[in-house]
T-cell receptor, first 114, second 114 residues
Framework: DAGVIQSPRHEVTEMGQEVTLRCKPISGHNSLFWYRQTMMRGLELLIYFNNNVPIDDSGMPEDRFSAKMPNASFSTLKIQPSEPRDSAVYFC????????????FGPGTRLTVL | KQEVTQIPAALSVPEGENLVLNCSFTDSAIYNLQWFRQDPGKGLTSLLLIQSSQREQTSGRLNASLDKSSGRSTLYIAASQPGDSATYLCAVCSMDTGRRALTFGSGTRLQVQP
């Protein structure tokens, strides 16, 4: 099993540009999570999908952030327009089922907005 | 709102020593608790998952315990090795309505001196 796959691994962009992060969950997992890690706030949930449907997006910081899951094997997190304070590591995780199951994390995307 | 605290924030021990990392959480209504390891600049590796009905889990030199009623978990590492140096994160999956995501502690940064 390839594990959770994220791309790109590193992204450097300028303020105001659109950024799209991608995630492929583990095959057979039907829950997908986007987290953000910063020095100040640690790891925080942004949004959670179950069976491709967004269930909880209360962690999405602003309307500049949007996430989609068009099918069971692909999700995107988009920031438009990006700002320097969006600089962080963005992790995607997946699990089988929704409650009480182990979450497996991808390697993360390190985003730097200049 | 669930809050997770990890003590100590940092720990340095000589190789071979047994050590305990602590995690506490404010809301005992949880599905499970998960311990992760994070190496610098890397993603999260799941170490142990304890379901709310369990008291402990073991994997090799690692043993994690859970006392749900008191809101505490410990991660015991036996015979520590320099390769154990990393940040250890505790995370709980709460039963809050609609939320299946993990709430993370800020981590314990462990350094094992050779």
């Amino acid at each position: 099993d390839a594990g959770v796959i994220q791309s790109p691994r590193h992204e450097v962009t300028e303020m105001g540009q659109e950024v799209t992060l991608r995630c492929k969950p583990i095959s057979g997992h039907n829950s997908l999570f986007w987290y953000r890690q910063t020095m100040m706030r640690g790891l925080e949930l942004l949004i959670y999908f179950n069976n491709n449907v967004p269930i909880d997006d209360s962690g999405m910081p602003e309307d500049r952030f949007s996430a989609k899951m068009p099918n069971a094997s692909f999700s995107t997190l988009k920031i438009q327009p990006s700002e320097p304070r969006d600089s962080a590591v963005y992790f995607c995780a997946s699990s089988r089922g929704s409650r009480g199951n182990e979450q497996f994390f991808g390697p993360g995307t390190r985003l730097t907005v200049l | 709102k669930q809050e997770v605290t990890q003590i100590p924030a940092a720990l340095s021990v000589p190789e071979g020593e047994n050590l305990v990392l602590n995690c506490s959480f404010t809301d005992s209504a949880i599905y499970n608790l998960q311990w992760f390891r994070q190496d610098p600049g890397k993603g999260l590796t799941s170490l142990l998952l304890i379901q709310s009905s369990q008291r402990e889990q073991t994997s090799g030199r690692l043993n994690a315990s859970l006392d749900k009623s008191s809101g505490r978990s410990t991660l015991y590492i036996a015979a520590s090795q320099p390769g154990d140096s990393a940040t250890y994160l505790c995370a709980v999956c709460s039963m809050d309505t609609g939320r299946r995501a993990l709430t993370f502690g800020s981590g314990t940064r462990l350094q094992v001196q050779p």
